[in-house]
């Protein structure tokens, strides 16, 4: 257990965004608390009204001193926190509760509050740690016109970048069926996009339907478009799926849906450690989250949290 410098134990942060998954975050949280208070372990409640106002109570928070932070929530969430260097430096537990859940499906964190809770405080004294990715895209309103954004699971651009648009306008309380309804859309709305990559073995153009870096294995609630991709190598995976008609993509995506695209002629997969990616008025998603437009710089970097599960 951690001790402030007078002796007391420091206590969890809890965090919550009242919003997440339409307030299923802020339901799952009460459970959580009731959880650990039960056995004798002090929380700090850490919230906010938006997205805003809850990463600026995370970095208070995180600054003044706790033992770690218990995210109740999901992917963007984790996004959210991820931003703040005083809040990456603490050990992190999950509780899933959003839409998607990719992460936490990543290390098989239960859905259960108890079991979740249950996994965090056994990790506790011994933590994984886990890389992250960081991209750099241009952003005229920062400091030096870049802005950088850190991600835990993958980066989006292109085909699953747009399904992840059509996903986050879907308000309806049902889960990462968003994604699939956006799938479907983007499908009937099929265009191929030009992408210039360039990593340390290899520059290409191509035209293409997506780019994604990925650090996990899945996106969007559990497709496998990564397979092989590991949290613990320093490395990230690229994958990149180029032009085909709408019946062959139909065809494509059944494939990658088990996780066995890897023989096909239309994706290539890469580990790299960075990558520059030009794609001219592609809008890119981290971890479901809008980033912004390129060219993007990517990075892996190693062993960047202590995560407990």
């Given at each position: 257990m951690t001790s402030s410098n007078d002796g007391r134990e420091l206590p969890f942060g809890l965090v919550v965004n009242p919003r997440s998954a339409l307030g299923r975050g802020k339901r799952v949280a009460v459970r959580v608390a009731r959880e650990l208070e039960a056995a004798g372990i002090p929380i700090e409640l850490i919230s906010g009204e938006d997205a805003n106002a809850c990463a600026a109570a995370v970095a208070e928070a995180s600054r003044a001193g706790l033992r770690g932070l218990i995210l109740v929530g999901g992917d963007g969430l984790l996004g959210l926190v991820l931003q703040i260097a005083a809040a990456r430096?603490?050990?992190?537990?999950?509780?899933?509760?959003?839409?998607g859940n990719d992460f936490a499906r990543n290390f098989g964190v239960p859905r259960g509050h108890r079991e979740a809770v249950a996994r965090i405080l056994a990790n506790e004294r011994a933590p994984h740690a886990v890389d992250l990715g960081v991209v750099r895209f241009p952003d005229p309103g920062a400091p030096g016109g870049f802005s950088e954004r850190w991600f835990a699971g993958g980066l989006s651009i292109g085909f699953d970048a747009a399904i992840n648009r059509?996903?986050?306008?879907?308000?309806?309380?049902?889960?990462?069926?968003?994604?699939?309804?956006?799938?479907?859309?983007?499908?009937?709305?099929?265009?191929?996009?030009?992408?210039?990559?360039?990593?340390?073995?290899?520059?290409?153009?191509?035209?293409?339907?997506?780019?994604?870096?990925?650090?996990?294995?899945?996106?969007?609630?559990?497709?496998?478009i990564a397979p092989e991709a590991r949290t613990d190598d320093g490395m990230l995976d690229l994958i990149e799926v180029t032009a085909c008609s709408r019946p062959r993509l139909v065809s494509v995506l059944g494939v990658l849906a088990r996780g066995r695209h890897a023989g096909l002629p239309e994706v290539t997969f890469e580990t790299v450690s960075s990558a520059r990616i030009d794609a001219p008025g592609e809008i890119a998603y981290a971890d479901g989250e809008r980033v912004g437009e390129g060219p993007f710089e990517v990075r892996a970097a190693p062993a960047a949290i202590r995560l407990m599960a």
């Amino acid at each position: 257990m951690t001790s402030s410098n007078d002796g007391r134990e420091l206590p969890f942060g809890l965090v919550v965004n009242p919003r997440s998954a339409l307030g299923r975050g802020k339901r799952v949280a009460v459970r959580v608390a009731r959880e650990l208070e039960a056995a004798g372990i002090p929380i700090e409640l850490i919230s906010g009204e938006d997205a805003n106002a809850c990463a600026a109570a995370v970095a208070e928070a995180s600054r003044a001193g706790l033992r770690g932070l218990i995210l109740v929530g999901g992917d963007g969430l984790l996004g959210l926190v991820l931003q703040i260097a005083a809040a990456r430096a603490l050990p992190l537990g999950i509780v899933p509760a959003g839409s998607g859940n990719d992460f936490a499906r990543n290390f098989g964190v239960p859905r259960g509050h108890r079991e979740a809770v249950a996994r965090i405080l056994a990790n506790e004294r011994a933590p994984h740690a886990v890389d992250l990715g960081v991209v750099r895209f241009p952003d005229p309103g920062a400091p030096g016109g870049f802005s950088e954004r850190w991600f835990a699971g993958g980066l989006s651009i292109g085909f699953d970048a747009a399904i992840n648009r059509r996903a986050n306008a879907i308000r309806l309380p049902i889960g990462g069926f968003r994604y699939q309804l956006g799938l479907v859309a983007e499908i009937v709305a099929l265009a191929a996009r030009p992408f210039r990559v360039r990593t340390g073995t290899r520059e290409r153009e191509f035209d293409g339907l997506l780019t994604s870096v990925m650090n996990i294995r899945t996106l969007g609630g559990g497709i496998p478009i990564a397979p092989e991709a590991r949290t613990d190598d320093g490395m990230l995976d690229l994958i990149e799926v180029t032009a085909c008609s709408r019946p062959r993509l139909v065809s494509v995506l059944g494939v990658l849906a088990r996780g066995r695209h890897a023989g096909l002629p239309e994706v290539t997969f890469e580990t790299v450690s960075s990558a520059r990616i030009d794609a001219p008025g592609e809008i890119a998603y981290a971890d479901g989250e809008r980033v912004g437009e390129g060219p993007f710089e990517v990075r892996a970097a190693p062993a960047a949290i202590r995560l407990m599960a």
